[in-house]
């Protein structure tokens, strides 16, 4: 069965620090990635995808086949980066799996 | 455009009480998804339409769990009778599926949590 796993419920770092959230799949296909976040009181909302292969909020994400990965990077964290972020796999042309989710909080 | 428009926002209710949960969502949109949200179990997809119609409702927990889109602006989640298990945030997602830059994105509303004592 498809799954996504996050094993980090919450990854605490200092500012400036590199963040690496991790994220593991697996999917019998060729599979499709995203990282979705929510900052407090704000909505879920898409962060990027593994297809576009962009950098947003100085974030990246890699997919590594070979490791069914697709961690989520920062070089320098940030206070504001502090949110639950999600890893999700789309199963189809419709359906997200998500994961458990890993709060980061990155303290001053 | 407010987005995804979902309501209640809070809800607490007694055990076997009827839960009704509604959703708004963003206008040209094809597909609307119904997600729950718990600490132990993270984020689950409990059904999903697309134009209307329900494609696959294969994570709705049992036949207290029912859902309706009785039209392109609409959608129900009821719960009948309510239980405290069912407590959690419910979620519901819009996206434009065919022919969309965006598309696989899903745009959440801001979730209705409900408390069953």
């Known amino acids: 069965a498809q799954r996504v796993t996050q094993p980090e419920k919450l990854l605490s770092v200092f500012k400036g620090a590199p963040v690496e959230l991790k994220c593991n799949y697996s999917?019998?296909?060729?599979?499709?990635l995203f990282w979705y976040v929510q900052y407090s009181r704000q909505r879920l909302q898409l962060l990027l995808r593994h297809i576009s292969r962009e950098s947003i909020k100085g974030f990246t994400a890699d997919l590594n086949k070979g490791e069914t990965s697709f961690h989520l990077k920062k070089p320098f964290a940030q206070e504001e980066d502090s949110a639950m972020y999600y890893c999700a796999l789309s199963e189809s042309s419709y359906k997200l799996i998500f994961g458990s989710g890993t709060r980061l909080l990155v303290r001053p | 455009d407010a987005g995804v428009i979902q309501s209640p926002r809070h809800e607490v209710t007694e055990m076997g009480q009827e839960v009704t949960l509604r959703c708004k969502p963003i206008s040209g949109h094809d597909s609307l998804f119904w997600y729950r949200q718990t600490m132990m179990r993270g984020l689950e997809l409990l059904i999903y339409?697309?134009?209307?119609?329900?494609?696959?409702d294969s994570g709705m927990p049992e036949d207290r769990f029912s859902a309706k889109m009785p039209n392109a602006s609409f959608s129900t989640l009821k719960i009948q009778p309510s239980e405290p298990r069912d407590s959690a945030v419910y979620f519901c997602?819009?996206?434009?599926?065919?022919?969309?830059?965006?598309?696989?994105?899903?745009?959440f509303g801001e979730g209705s949590r409900l408390t069953v004592l």
């Open positions: 997602a819009s996206s434009r599926l065919a022919g969309a830059p965006n598309t696989g994105e899903l745009f």
């Open positions: 339409f697309n134009n209307n119609v329900p494609i696959d």
């Open positions: 999917y019998s296909g060729s599979p499709e």
